[in-house]
């Protein structure tokens, strides 16, 4: 297996590109949220440009829209389209790469970046799993602020009563939305109490920034039978530099040269120290 | 022969279809006696999806099923599919491009009594506002029948209103011209052409005939198409009469009326009249008191289509 540690920091780097190039993009969360994808994307399901009409191939919705540029950098690493295209046109007039996902898009399911739809849709696909005997898997990452939207605890409901094993639903957990600190704008503290109470299997996940911790999580929740998992993923909003690192001004903060330079820097340091092991 | 409701007419060809493809699906948001789908589920309850009393999971979760391979058909009041899931049926439904077919039932002002939270008189300017929506409101259970047998085979997305009781037939056994998105043309008349949809068909042949007792011709087109707007067809009609009349159970802003209008004031300009509900909570009543009420039946249409020639 490659070394997915090294490729969560090579894929942010591509992020930095794209928001440079483009000017726009939600950066904060998209650092955050990059090793839950690249855990998912390149070690959890059974999917790959070739694979994308075998109906028994594992299924993905990015509920959390916003960190698209997270999820460009993870499916052009997949071979869905090139990196190069991504960076170049990326938010610029006519571009397809635009800031939420679009399923014109080859490897994207469906249009997100309306918050609190992920869950529910993905319900959806689990049910018709379920109704034709298939054991694809169904995975949809959420950010933390998101779960205020109240269709997402509609979603979390039917999820457990249809008893859909086959779902598993991912909170980035990174305290942070755009006016600040969840716990001041809608406070979620007791997060794992709220889904288990919704009857999810909840796993905390210490540090949702660790390829290891994510990996024995989603192995767990594999292994739960009868209800849906929830992986409460507590990362770091900016995670990869000092620059932006759980600060909430950098929620799609564009740095300018001196913090491009240090982002830079960072990144290519922890990349090596990850390349390193 | 007792009357059919145009819903249980869904129902009815949904079970029929659903035992031969096992990938059509019902779902209700605890809407399945109201929609006439409680057939449906006992008699496929493996195709049968319950969500509860949330209508924005019901639209969610159908568009997830729809791109695993599922045709799911939502059925549920269609105030509430139509304004509490609006956003679902933009995102999830229309700009995803999944094939689901939302069924809005007990339309317009089906719930008289029930006040406005249970109207859905905003639906057709709402659903035909969302690029890659359709949107048909059928006339009558004949109607209803071939609207259901073309879109059981394609896989786009759809909104279809229905009314909640049964209504008086607009055509007859054996007698049923359709052809997907073209309206049907009820009669031809140089005089005035009256342009409606859904329920208000039958008022409006009925007011043709009334007004050919007074000598006048009236050509009546039932547009159960109201998106894609079959354009043809109003302009043929236009063109052909001195003024044109549209009946709609919906707001007087962005319906069949103010579609009409415009293809009226580009292609053919001359004088259109909108009968619609008005711009505010309809008064208290079933729905034929409160189309009495508001002047919405044969003799209304009428007289606004002489008011409309003057």
Redesign the interface.
């Known amino acids: 297996m490659e070394n997915l540690k090294a490729l969560a920091y090579e894929l942010r780097e591509n992020v930095i590109d794209m928001i440079v190039e483009g000017k726009a993009g939600h950066i904060g969360g998209d650092m955050s949220v990059m090793e839950i994808l690249t855990e998912i994307y390149f070690d959890q399901m059974n999917i790959s440009p070739e694979n994308m009409d075998d109906?028994d191939r594992d299924?993905f919705i990015m509920s959390k829209g916003h960190s698209v540029e997270a999820y460009y950098a993870v499916l052009a690493a997949k071979g869905f389209f090139d990196i190069k295209d991504v960076i170049a046109t990326f938010s610029k007039f006519g571009s397809q790469f635009i800031g939420h996902p679009n399923?014109k898009l080859p490897g994207i399911?469906?249009?997100?970046?309306?918050l609190g739809?992920g869950l529910?849709?993905?319900?959806?696909?689990?049910?018709?799993?379920k109704?034709?005997k298939k054991d694809y898997r169904v995975y949809t990452v959420m950010g933390d602020g998101e779960i205020a939207e109240?269709?997402v605890w509609?979603?979390a409901?039917?999820a457990s009563?249809y008893k859909l094993d086959n779902l598993c639903a991912v909170i980035d957990r990174n305290r942070l939305q755009i006016s600040g600190n969840t716990e001041d704008v809608m406070a979620h503290d007791d997060v794992h109490e709220r889904w288990s109470s919704f009857g999810w299997n909840v796993i905390d996940v210490a540090d949702g920034n660790d390829i290891d911790q994510l990996k024995a999580a989603f192995d767990a929740a594999k292994e739960v039978k009868g209800k849906p998992t929830v992986l409460v993923a507590n990362t770091v909003k900016g995670k990869g530099s000092s620059v932006m690192e759980n600060k909430a001004n950098w929620h799609h903060k564009v740095p300018n040269a001196e913090e491009l330079e240090q982002i830079r820097k960072d990144l290519a340091e922890r990349k090596e120290a990850a390349r390193r092991g | 022969m007792a009357k059919i409701a145009n819903k249980q007419v869904i129902c009815d060809i949904l079970v029929e279809a659903g035992k031969k493809d096992k990938d059509i699906v019902a779902l209700c948001s605890d809407s399945r006696g109201s929609a006439s789908f409680t057939g449906f589920a006992n008699e496929l309850p493996e195709q049968f999806v319950e969500t509860g009393i949330a209508e924005q999971n019901l639209v969610s979760i159908s568009a997830g099923l729809a791109k695993c391979g599922k045709k799911p058909y939502a059925a549920s009041p269609a105030c509430f599919l139509s304004t509490r899931s609006y956003e679902q049926c933009k995102v999830d439904v229309a700009y995803s491009n999944t094939n689901v077919k939302l069924v809005g039932i007990s339309g317009g002002v089906s719930y008289g009594a029930l006040g406005m939270s249970h109207h859905s008189a905003q639906d057709i300017a709402a659903m035909s506002a969302v690029p890659n929506m359709r949107v048909y409101i059928p006339s009558d259970h004949f109607q209803t029948e071939c609207l259901m047998k073309e879109l059981i085979k394609d896989e786009k997305p759809a909104y279809i209103r229905v009314g909640r009781n049964a209504v008086d037939d607009v055509y007859e056994e054996g007698n049923v011209p359709f052809e997907m998105d073209k309206a049907t043309v009820i009669c031809e008349g140089c005089d005035v052409a009256i342009i409606a949809c859904g329920e208000m068909v039958k008022p409006a042949k009925d007011a043709a005939e009334l007004l050919k007792a007074e000598g006048i011709s009236a050509g009546v087109v039932d547009m159960y198409c109201v998106k894609p707007l079959d354009t043809e067809a109003i302009v043929k009609a236009a063109s052909g009469a001195k003024a044109v009349v549209t009946v709609e159970e919906h707001a007087p802003f962005g319906g069949l009326g103010s579609m009409v209008s415009q293809v009226v004031g580009s292609e053919c300009p001359k004088k259109v009249i909108n009968i619609a509900l008005p711009d505010a909570p309809v008064i208290t009543g079933t729905s034929k008191e409160v189309f009495d009420h508001y002047k919405m039946t044969a003799e209304g249409i009428a007289e606004k289509a002489k008011e409309a020639l003057k």
Not at chain 1, 124 to 129: E, K, Q, V
């Open positions: 109906p299924k399923n399911e469906m249009n997100s970046g309306s739809h529910p849709v993905s319900v959806g696909m689990a049910l018709a799993g109704m034709d109240g269709s509609e979603g409901m039917a009563h």
